[in-house]
């Protein structure tokens, strides 16, 4: 079980981040302007929340690599690899909205 949480982790936090983002940015839409900024902090301490746990989920499968257990080397290898590529995907689907205010 914690090698499937530590291959899908950082693609989890993507997933949960594409959904509240896009949440967001729908009540960003139809929300009267003074409502507009609220919204566009809270998305940016949300990436910025989802960015720190993905990334520190890499680097726990990146340190563990050495270590015998969970799939071996090539499995956190494999999962530091989704967890810091989830992290680049969660700074690129945010970046139109908090470039847009």
């Known amino acids: 079980m914690n090698t499937w949480l530590s291959l899908l982790g950082g ?18 839409d139809i929300s009267p302007y ?4 609220p919204l566009t ?9 989802c960015v720190l746990a993905a990334v520190a989920l890499g680097v726990r499968a990146w340190r563990a690599t050495g ?10 290898r494999l999962s530091a690899l989704a967890s ?3 992290a680049i995907a969660i700074l690129w689907q945010s970046a139109p909205f908090l470039w847009r205010y």
Not at 41 to 49: K, N, S
């Open 41 to 49: 902090w809270l998305l940016a301490g949300l990436t910025l929340a």
């Open 67 to 76: 270590r015998p257990g969970l799939g071996g080397a090539f499995v956190q």
């Open 11 to 28: 693609l989890a936090l993507w997933a949960a981040h594409f959904l509240a983002s896009y949440a967001l940015a729908s009540l960003a």
């Open 84 to 86: 810091l590529l989830s």
């Open 34 to 37: 003074e409502h507009q900024a």
